[in-house]
């Protein structure tokens, strides 16, 4: 099996996988950004979730689900639900983090204190988002046009 047959069987996987690096990319640069700006770590990590979460609904909506609709009553769902679920991988993601610092994660990588902690984190947020994205949030595509 070549790359493109997998790139095509499996094009919402590897999107999701592909835009999902940038949005940790863009989680993780920006909380590294916050803490190197004199920000604490924890306040940090939540204004990193932030700025990844509007990068995420707007890829998802668009690239890797497909979700065209422009309809507001639709997109108001769409990111009421997106928002909705981020909220509850934020709310793991704040009661994990200080856990794990707490716990001997709290050292500092590239830099950064308590990066170690962020990235285990970002791994488990990504499996729940998948999960609430594929089957609870953008489960209609419109036809192409």
């Known amino acids: 099996m070549g ?4 790139l095509e069987d499996h094009r919402e996987s590897v999107l999701y996988i592909f835009f999902g690096s940038f949005t ?5 640069g920006s909380y590294a950004a916050y803490v190197w700006m004199g920000i604490e770590p924890v306040i940090s990590n939540a204004l990193s ?4 979460i509007l990068f995420a609904f707007v890829v998802n909506k668009w690239l890797v689900f497909e979700c065209r609709s422009t309809e507001k009553i639709t997109v108001a769902k769409e990111l009421s639900s997106f928002i909705g679920a981020r909220l509850f991988t934020g709310i793991v993601a704040f009661v994990l983090f200080p856990i794990l610092l707490y716990a ?7 830099g950064v204190e308590g990066f170690r902690a962020r990235m285990v984190v970002s791994f488990i ?3 729940l988002n998948w999960i ?3 089957y609870l949030i953008f489960t209609r595509k419109t036809p192409k046009t």
């Open 125 to 127: 947020e990504i499996i």
């Open 49 to 52: 979730w932030v700025s990844a």
């Open 24 to 28: 940790v990319l863009i989680s993780w």
């Open 104 to 110: 001997g994660l709290d050292g500092t990588f590239f």
């Open 132 to 134: 609430f994205s594929k």
């Open 3 to 6: 790359i493109k047959q997998v």
